[in-house]
């Protein structure tokens, strides 16, 4: 079955460097989104990208991050000088659009990021 | 701007139980709302997805309801079992296309052997 990909898993960095986390959504999709977790909170939105630019973002998605498809399978997340309040779990996800309009989200199983 | 709660926070019951875990959520101007799975350190697995203009959706021991006009949805699970322990997530999508989900902050669950 068909699935959304994310690497690294668990990626430990120091506080100003800079991180790009990947992701390979599913195939035939063509929304892409990231969310994250901070531990023991609500999964947040933080962006989406459609047809080769960003759709929509939230007050999280800030100057410090930014979001690429370099190629027809990657989706990347870069964080420049990461700070210590970004420490969370990031979610990839993807979704398409059926006849009836349904669009169902499906996530990967998430980067873990530690900022030290 | 949309919240959603989902009560209870946390719920541990004996194996075979049915039970209920609520959703609402304070716009009911809705595109869809989807049930997801997440087990520790995990991502999420989607369970069910729900059109605004659906009132419910089975699979399996599954099935989740939605009242829009009243903003709340519930998911029912029949005859639970040890494996169904996780942390259940409500998420509601406000417009079709590349519109985010606003999640809740879900119910941790136990089943009891």
């Known amino acids: 079955e068909p699935e959304v990909t994310q690497t690294p898993s668990h990626q430990v960095t120091q506080m100003g460097q800079e991180v790009i986390l990947r992701c390979v959504p599913i195939s035939n999709h063509l929304y892409f989104y990231w969310y994250r977790q901070i531990l023991g909170q609500k999964v947040e939105f933080l962006v989406s990208?459609?047809?080769?630019?960003?759709?929509?973002k939230s007050e999280i998605f800030d100057d410090q991050f930014s979001v690429e498809r370099p190629d027809g399978s990657n989706f990347t997340l870069k964080i420049r000088s990461t700070k210590l309040e970004d420490s969370a779990m990031y979610f990839c996800a993807s979704s398409d659009e059926d006849r009836e309009g349904n669009t169902e989200a499906f996530f990967g199983q998430g980067t873990r990021l530690t900022v030290v | 701007k949309q919240e959603v709660t989902q009560i209870p926070a946390a719920l541990s019951v004996p194996e075979g139980e049915n039970l209920v875990l609520n959703c609402s959520f304070t716009d009911s101007a809705i595109y869809n709302l989807q049930w997801f799975r997440q087990d520790p350190g995990k991502g999420l697995t989607s369970l069910l997805l729900?059109?605004?203009?659906?009132r419910e959706q089975t699979s399996g021991r599954l099935n989740a309801s939605l009242d829009k006009s009243s903003g709340r949805s519930t998911l029912y699970i029949a005859a639970s079992q040890p494996g169904d322990s996780a942390t259940y997530l409500c998420?509601?999508?406000?417009?079709?296309?590349?519109?985010?989900?606003?999640f809740g902050k879900g119910t941790h669950l136990i089943i009891q052997p």
């Open positions: 990208f459609y047809n080769n630019e960003i759709s929509e």
């Open positions: 998420a509601v999508r406000s417009r079709r296309g590349a519109d985010g989900l606003t």
């Open positions: 729900i059109q605004s203009s659906q």
